[in-house]
């Protein structure tokens, strides 16, 4: 019966080393991508942070606008203050002007990270891929839409794009 108990002992804790193991490169391999595929870069005039693609340049930084791009991606923020905008109002806009200006919509969906609060939509953009964000900022004062175009049309591009969506905050 010991011998039994020990060998069921061990091939718990055999198992669970090996789920540990797997949780543990996961982990680490979501690091390496954030830190050898992503830079962290900060809007200043608008107090807030996010992280690109590390291969993507700004080309404009300004109190109303932030946009960078590379060969493959495009990221624009446009941003206005001192609108008071509900939530529903923002989703609302978010699918209306997906609606008009986006074909092949695939996915619209509510988003929520931490301070802001709004919507999503996908679709193709003058041919790209694209994702289109509107977020309030739940504490007021800060609201903004987002475009991330990907030359991509696959899921991945998707999810690059929660990525970095997920990725603001405030300074």
């Known amino acids: 019966m010991k011998k039994i108990t020990l060998m069921l002992m061990l091939s718990i804790t055999t198992i669970f080393a090996y789920a540990q193991d797997d949780v543990d490169r996961e982990l680490k391999q979501m690091k390496q991508e954030l830190a050898g595929g992503y830079k962290q870069w900060v809007w200043k005039s608008q107090k807030m942070k996010f992280a690109i693609p590390a291969t993507m340049k700004v080309t404009t930084n300004n109190a109303n606008e932030f946009h960078a791009k590379d060969s493959e991606n495009e990221f ?31 996915m619209a969906d509510d988003h929520d990270i931490d301070d802001f609060e709004g919507a999503y939509v996908v679709g193709d953009y003058q041919g790209h891929k694209t994702v289109f964000f509107g977020l309030i900022d739940k504490r007021g004062g800060t609201n903004f839409f987002t475009m991330i175009i990907f030359n991509e049309a696959d899921d991945f591009s998707v999810e690059q794009a929660l990525k970095i969506i997920d990725s603001i905050d405030r300074l």
């Open 76 to 106: 624009a923020m446009y941003v206005w203050q001192n609108v008071e905008v509900t939530a529903e109002e923002m989703k609302t806009a978010v699918y209306t002007v997906a609606d008009q200006y986006m074909d092949n919509l695939t």
